[in-house]
């Protein structure tokens, strides 16, 4: 054999066919090795000045998590720190993590914010995306003028971010649909997005206008055009509203005055929940796509209520050492949830449980099962076995466990019908119209948006009442038709 050749005469200690087999195993074990290093990668987004606050305290939790101080730097002892850490986090050159993300508002104020928290270190300087005018509480103006102006500027981040990554997964948007950037400028990235990476998962964190907290008469108007919105463009909205968060305030943590660090404090702490599974080793739901699909039965009906356990005033004993039943039962309370609707005025579509801490599988298992046959009527016999669990390891920093509940629930349609009453009302007279239009707005988008809105109120209400029994009897009486009808035809 000369230079790297094999001579005629000479016979090769491997034939051609024996070859073949090697390469193709030792390529599929590269690729296996390569599969095993990858994870899927999500975006987040924080748009507005809620978005940001609530983005500011989710990342300064989910650090902590990992290991990592307020520059960035990793500062753990345990390897599944940093095992999925690439999921929320890009390494950079000096071995220190930055966020995914991207933070957006139309004036400066609140960026100064976030660079001068704590935190404020871990972000890219270039991800920082402002304007100078702000919105002006007005939906319009997020959407049409002066978020247009910037919304390229933010695909680009974004764009960037996706070229370097194999494996981006979806989208996670946090925002406020009260206030105009969050709501208008919200809506028009995420109808970019799904534009752009339609086979992307897209969800959001969407805090609702509520009856009793509120900053400014336009919200309705806000809120209703918003959801337009989500319902077309996003796979799955975790809603949140900011007079449920005070109820747990004060009810449940007996704080006197709390105020938006504590209730971002709630928030950070679902949020943290729910991406548990995405950042730890888990046993389900380990990804975005596979949470959706177990919790979306019909597309437009994907507006989840969260909630979150233990909750407990400071200086209570209660539920200082919980055992699985008690934690499991804090996690349905209706007082728990972070939306003011009460999930006992409607059935329960699907849901996730997300346990976190030392933890036996058979116990937790056990435990869902009696919850979900003790309370069988609050949930829609015709999707048996609709609750999914979770469990994973590592819990909280500061708690032995924790869980998350992610419920699809009949009831949040309380919510959207109380949003549209307020947006109905005004929208009557033609109250406060003139700040939309004058922006390029066109009232049948108003008109348009309503209309959904009821539709969306309907779809939950049609499936609240449906029963197994009756789906069943329509499809028996649709057969016995048919073959009245053949045999008809037959005869003849």
Known sequence: MKHGYIAHDEEPSIKPKQRQPIIALLEFELIVAQILTLFYVIYYMNIGQCGNQIGQKFWETISQEHGLDSTGAYSGDNDLQLERINVYYNEGSTGQYVPRSVLVDLEPATMDAVRSSPYGKLFRPDNFVYGQSGA?????????????????????????????????????????????????????????????????????????????????????????????????????????????????????????????????QLVSAVMSGVSTSLRFPGQLNSDLRKLFVNMVPFPRLHFFMVGFAPLTAFNSQQYRNLSVPELTAQMFDAKNMMAASDPRHGRYLTAATIFRGRLSTKEVENQMLAVQQKNSSYFVEWIPNGVKTSLCDIPPVGLKMSGTFIGNSTAIQELFKRVNDQFTAMFRRKAFLHWFTGEGMDEMEFTESESNMHDLVSEYQQYQDATADEDYLEDEEDYLEEEEVLEEEEEE
């Open 136 to 264: 002006g509480n007005s939906w319009a103006r997020g959407y049409y003028t002066e978020g247009a102006e910037l919304v390229e500027s933010i695909l680009d981040i974004v764009r960037k971010e996706a070229e370097h990554t194999d494996c981006l997964q979806g989208f996670q948007l946090a925002h406020s649909l009260g206030g105009g950037t969050g709501s208008g400028l919200g809506s028009l990235l995420l109808s970019k997005v799904r534009e752009e990476y339609p086979d992307r998962m897209l969800c959001s964190y969407s805090v609702v206008p509520s009856p009793k907290v509120s900053d400014t008469v336009v919200e309705p108007y806000n809120a209703v055009l918003s959801v337009h919105q989500l319902v077309e463009n996003c796979d799955a909205t975790f809603c949140i509203d900011n007079e449920a968060l005070y109820d747990i305030c004060f009810r449940t943590l007996k704080l006197s005055n709390p105020g938006y660090g504590e209730l971002n």
